[in-house]
């Protein structure tokens, strides 16, 4: 267990579908990140927030939508997702967005059909 | 961001130590080097990070050298476990907006 606990651990989705990923720490951590991982890919940032607030965004298309409750969670949304989007989803937090000690969840093999 | 290369695989035997050197020509000053673990289907774990000289902890060590061009992770008497994508980050830290990038890493494989 790292701390960061994400679940689904797998997920299986049609392009109609909408569906969510969830990242959970209880690290005390206030910077929590999303990061796609597409087969012999390197991972690639998708999301950034800080204290709830989203500081960053790659260009990410809008058929995915984060969502930061509170410092302790952390959501990714999805719908209408093409099958290029198949990937391992990671979560990461670290204890501030200046601080690249990031802790890794196990991520959510997505595969959409 | 500087920009790293790493071979893209390594073999090894048991017991042995080794040595997975990054390419960071392009360093800035206020860059920090970083060194990552990841199993398949898991996600990055941190490794090691260091500024200058040598770094060591209880599971790996870093040598860096003067210029900072460059980096070394040395692992010690590795075992099969320790089969996995190490990838080697550098960037700036205290930018408030400290963007991690990786790259393809390098693959070890550990050998009975």
């Keep these: 267990e790292t701390g960061v606990t ?14 969510s ?3 959970e720490q209880h690290l005390g951590h206030n910077a929590m990140y999303w990061y796609k991982q597409s087969a012999k890919k390197p991972l690639e940032l998708m999301f950034v927030y800080s204290l709830e607030e989203r500081v960053e965004n790659n260009s990410v298309p809008s058929r995915f939508s984060p969502e930061c409750p509170n410092s302790s969670h952390l959501f990714l949304h999805l719908h209408t997702l ?11 937090s670290s204890p501030t967005i ?16 | 961001l500087a920009k790293t290369t790493q071979p893209i695989s390594m073999d090894s035997y048991e017991g042995q130590e080794v040595n997975i050197t990054c390419s960071h020509n392009n360093i800035a000053t206020n860059d920090y080097i970083t060194w990552y673990q990841q199993f398949p289907s898991q996600g990055p774990r941190f490794i ?3 500024y200058k000289t040598k770094v060591t902890n209880e ?25 996995a994508v190490y990838y080697c980050l550098v960037g700036p830290r205290n930018t408030g907006g400290f963007k991690t990038i990786f790259g393809a ?4 494989f550990v050998k009975a």
């Design chain 2, 105 to 108: 890493g390098t693959r070890l």
């Design chain 2, 59 to 83: 599971v790996a060590s870093l040598f860096i050298p003067a210029d900072r061009k460059s980096s070394t992770l040395s692992l010690p008497r590795v075992s099969l476990s320790d089969t």
């Design chain 1, 6 to 19: 994400q679940t689904p651990r797998h997920l299986v989705m049609g392009m109609t579908n909408k569906k």
């Design chain 1, 98 to 113: 200046d601080y690249d000690g990031y802790t890794f969840g196990s991520g959510t093999r997505l595969t959409v059909v």
């Design chain 2, 48 to 50: 090691i990070q260091g």
């Design chain 1, 82 to 92: 093409q099958p290029e989007d198949s990937a391992l989803y990671l979560c990461a």
């Design chain 1, 21 to 23: 990923l969830k990242c």
